[in-house]
């Protein structure tokens, strides 16, 4: 089987860093990825990292070791519309199988 | 360019009814997930599709019914609704399948009274 846990919210000033961690279990692993979600809406893709290290997309960046089971989703600058749901979410046993973590809420306050 | 098409947005059911929620992408992804979310517990995989004819469960399958008898098309159905399938469900496609790029629609708001 396979469970993500990450923190249930997190609060951020404007221009902060904020890092949101995720840890994983799991029976095979395809790689960690990172998904947004406003009030309301769909998810939206943010971040994959298939190997060890760091991926970086503009104010995004997202982190990966697979010896620790652990990686994080840093977003730098924030800005109020960064105030949202994000989602670690990894393959369980086989492509397609997706498994989300039960996501992080960011709160950005002026 | 439409990407992932879900209808209807909103439906409300009786306990006991069936239905089917529709979902259509083309984009020729070959990859289609269904998850239903419930408040704090983030998204939870109900069936998915590695190509047309194949099909598989996932985290939450009872209750649901799927088939994918072409690329575009991955309809789900409720055979007999309950108040505990109440939920916001989203179908989502990918090409690769490894977790990347996921596309989702819109949802839909399913009540069962």
């Known amino acids: 089987g396979q469970s993500l846990e990450q923190p249930s919210e997190v609060t951020a000033v404007e221009g902060a860093i904020v890092q949101i961690n995720c840890t994983y279990q799991?029976?095979?692993?395809?790689?960690l990825s990172w998904y947004q979600q406003h009030d309301g809406g769909a998810p939206t893709f943010l971040s994959y990292?298939?190997?060890?290290g760091l991926e970086e997309t503009g104010r995004f960046s997202s982190f990966l070791s697979r010896s620790d089971s652990y990686g994080y989703l840093l977003l730098q600058e924030l800005q109020m519309k960064d105030s949202a749901s994000y989602f670690c979410?990894?393959?369980?046993?086989?492509?397609?199988?997706?498994?989300f973590g039960a996501g992080t809420r960011l709160a950005v306050h002026p | 360019n439409a990407g992932v098409t879900q209808t209807p947005k909103f439906q409300v059911l009786k306990t006991g009814q069936s239905m089917t929620l529709q979902c259509a992408q083309d984009?020729?992804?070959?990859?289609m997930s269904w998850y239903r979310q419930d408040p704090g517990m983030g998204l939870r995989l109900i069936h998915y599709?590695?190509?047309?004819?194949?099909?598989d469960q996932g985290e939450v399958p009872n209750g649901y019914n799927v088939s994918r008898s072409t690329t575009e098309d991955f309809p789900l159905r409720l055979l007999s609704a309950a108040p505990s399938q109440t939920s916001v469900y989203f179908c989502?496609?990918?090409?690769?399948?490894?977790?990347?790029?996921?596309?989702f629609g819109s949802g839909t708001r399913l009540t069962v009274v």
């Open positions: 989502a496609s990918s090409r690769t399948g490894q977790g990347e790029g996921y596309t």
């Open positions: 799991t029976s095979g692993f395809y790689g």
């Open positions: 599709s590695v190509g047309a004819g194949i099909t």
């Open positions: 990292n298939a190997l060890d």
């Open positions: 979410a990894g393959l369980s046993g086989g492509y397609n199988k997706l498994i």
């Open positions: 984009m020729n992804h070959e990859y």
